[in-house]
């Protein structure tokens, strides 16, 4: 059980329904999930926490389903039980097949391993990765 | 420095230099970065970390550049120095653009902070979101 | 359940059970929690991790209220559950509020989120930070 | 090096010279460090992060150096060099002593290793430790 | 739950069911544990994991109890719930003692803490310590 | 450069020039670590930390270089640069090859990967493996 009740919208102060309503609004559902109604324990962190996801999680150059995607292998690598829940079934909303998801936990165990091989033995960074970030 | 030295290709064992090879055939590069060189020292290694990477980071029901930059995701959750350079460097050459990279950074952070507000709050996983994988 | 059995007072070899009567005139309780019932398997790890909690966390320059917001913030960022459950009880029994608890909560992700900015952009620390440790 | 580079004032958008101008402003001081000319490069990252350490980082119900010291456990966990320098810089700038440096250091220690006894011994959580939010 | 079925032999796909008989077979055991039957619902990661796990975990220089306990250190530090109960499982088939286990989740405590330490204060590498590896 | 100074021996008061000898006594060597010049700007966590290490790491159920191994093992996994180096050295030191060595790290690789495997597909732990910890 959460360390905070859930404030659900009926209960929920002016402010945390606009939330709840944008949130709704914005992913085209009908309901909320706990993290909102957790959050609304402390209205400064949901108003703030909602508007960046809003903001961040919209498509840009990167489309809405790679942004889930590198949400789902952050949260693998940290792992994060509601998130990892969470972010899996907003990819698979967003178009993630079965095939897509196996992908992705392989390359999120590969990379786990290969962080460890780089650190461990010490690697210098390559002349040629220095500075390598797209114009 | 790393700690081990780092086999170059004119002294590496033939088994080392097909690998070697393979690795700048399959990159179609002409040249071999510092990670193998380390591994170098422990053919097994080198040789079933490059199985792992040719094979799991072939184009498939994900793009190259999509693995990519999940690495990148990883890597700068775990902060690996050498994966950050590496990965960064691999997902602009394969069309990672200046945008997409800024915001894969903050689609990492955002991913980072929520991942915390769920598990300080120990928020419960929604019944909807249990057993979200694709089909 | 514990990979290893709880040892109760009555059970309790006489070096364990000084080691839990102090940690209840310590803590001024009338209970020990299920940690030390677990560490009492090993009475040297029960020992020395006992005067470490109560020497660390002993009021000093910081107050103990404090030091256990810093705890719970550590065990917020590794994903501790029982050290989050056990950690904010006790900060709450030392005059944590809800809303000091909310603030800690958005503190822990904000940091989580830089941290990974600031890992992720690679950037280099300003020379005026260098050697910044109070005197 | 960073792997973007650093915008300063000079070079710098009309709304990005408006969040140094604020950021010098809100900490008192005449120069923006690194952090913030490199999300510069990001806009729309540098007003988001900017506007939540502005608001999450004011004194509340934790005052300012509280706050600080929490970043800087949370960024010795992770290990992020860059965090750490600037948060003990912070911190020292707002009243941390020597003597509170070194508690901090002993009490993020002493957590993490804490936070692995717990999750290796697989501890359950006491009864008495569930819901225990303050209110 | 798993996010994906389980895949039991007699459901398995003729190449998932030959890696489970040499998962048996060389671990000299009648059954194939959950990890495995959740893998096979992508048989490339299947083979390509069990094909580690065989190699990597095979007696040599270190003998294959030495590395279940280096299995057990890295799962505690990063809290991996299942794999901190099948390593210890496997562990202790292979001769880790009660005693061997107390002293490991020891070890493994002191190195998170020191690890924070030395991360902590910014410690730099003493000269000696420099290119250390064996030969 | 370390955020405060070593303390030299010739500069050390007398309770931190004992435990100097002592490590020096304890380790057959004749200098100190950069560690423990920079913990002994606080005595306590000095006293502490050195007291912990020297009965930790002792040799017991399991013997000293084990005991190095699995710290390399903590410190590769949490990335610790300075914990790499001398606890890679101390291990040479105490035996370690470099065939052991890379297999070290091949299993701290495997593991941090499969880790994240059991984590991402969220997979139950087998009734078998419960409470399997050695008698």
């Given at each position: 059980m959460a360390l905070v009740p859930m404030i659900e919208y009926d209960d929920a102060a002016p402010e945390v329904r606009a939330i709840y309503d944008d949130i709704r609004a914005t992913r085209q559902v009908d309901w909320v999930n706990n993290f909102w109604k957790v959050l609304a324990n402390d209205p400064a962190t949901l108003e703030r926490t909602w508007q960046s996801v809003r903001n961040v999680m919209a498509?840009?150059?990167?489309?809405a389903l790679t942004k889930e995607i590198i949400y789902v292998a952050v949260s693998v690598t940290n792992n994060c039980e509601y998130c990892i829940h969470s972010h899996t079934a907003g990819a698979s909303a967003k178009g993630m097949t079965a095939q897509m998801f196996r992908e992705l936990m392989a390359v999120v165990a590969l990379a786990n391993a290969t962080n460890r091989l780089a650190n461990g033995y010490r690697i210098d960074v390559d002349e040629r990765f220095r500075d390598p970030a797209p114009r």
């Open positions: 498509p840009g150059a990167l489309d």
